[in-house]
């Protein structure tokens, strides 16, 4: 005898309901990664259960980028639907595509901080890491390049004081040259009044008649 075939109602076991979700969770994961490979298809699962535990499903590229695509592909709708500020339907789902967007954010920086990790699988841990490597990479770049602009701009303030030290040095040379040659000069000149006064005055001589 065939079994029957479950009719799609809540189950009011929590247990038995908890149970189930586990088990069609699980399978709805494994459906999403079997359509990925077989089909070459890009494929986004985002399931929370009644408790509000967040579980998800991404292909090789990341779930903001599948959301991202998502958001393009539909501008052209949504800006039509927009166009209409009367219409209650649109700001509904705009705060509630902007209410998944905050706690989509939220809960990635949740994980960048290392913390709410115990819903991730591997493979998103895998490619939470490599994100982190990949940022962790471009901050070092960035503060080396930084530090390289700054000891560029150290060097090239020490280049002009040290020019400028050599030029003041050059012009205090100068001015002590230029002192001591009128110096010398003023020197020279008093010599001769000097001797002057030295000299004997000869007396005049007086012829006898």
């Known amino acids: 005898m065939g079994r029957g075939r479950v009719q799609l109602k809540r ?8 149970v189930t979700f586990s088990k069609r969770r699980g399978g709805l994961l494994k459906k999403a990664h079997e359509i990925s490979v077989l089909c070459d298809a890009e494929v986004g699962l985002i399931v929370f259960s009644h408790k509000g535990k967040l579980f998800e499903y ?3 590229s990341c779930m903001e980028k599948i959301l991202e695509r998502y958001e393009r592909h539909n501008y052209t709708e949504r800006q039509l639907v927009a166009a209409d500020p009367d219409s209650q339907v649109n700001w509904s ?6 209410k998944a967007k905050i706690e989509l954010l939220q809960r990635n920086h949740r994980h960048y901080l290392g913390e709410d990790l115990d819903s991730m699988s591997l493979k998103e841990i895998q490619n939470l890491e490599q994100q982190l490597d990949t940022s962790l990479k471009h901050i070092r770049s960035r503060k080396n390049q930084l530090m390289y602009e700054s000891i560029s701009e150290l060097q090239r303030k020490e280049k002009a004081i040290q020019e400028q030290n050599n030029m003041l040095a050059k012009q205090i040379k100068e001015k002590e040259k230029n002192m001591a040659q009128q110096a010398q000069w003023e020197q020279q000149n008093q010599v001769p009044n000097t001797l002057s006064f030295m000299l004997p005055v000869t ?7």
Do not use: V, W
Not at 11 to 18: L, P, Y
Not at 93 to 98: S, V
């Open 11 to 18: 189950i009011e076991n929590k247990i038995n309901r908890q």
């Open 58 to 60: 991404a292909t090789d």
């Open 93 to 98: 789902l705009e705060c509630n595509r902007l």
């Open 203 to 209: 007396p005049p001589c007086l012829k006898m008649g």
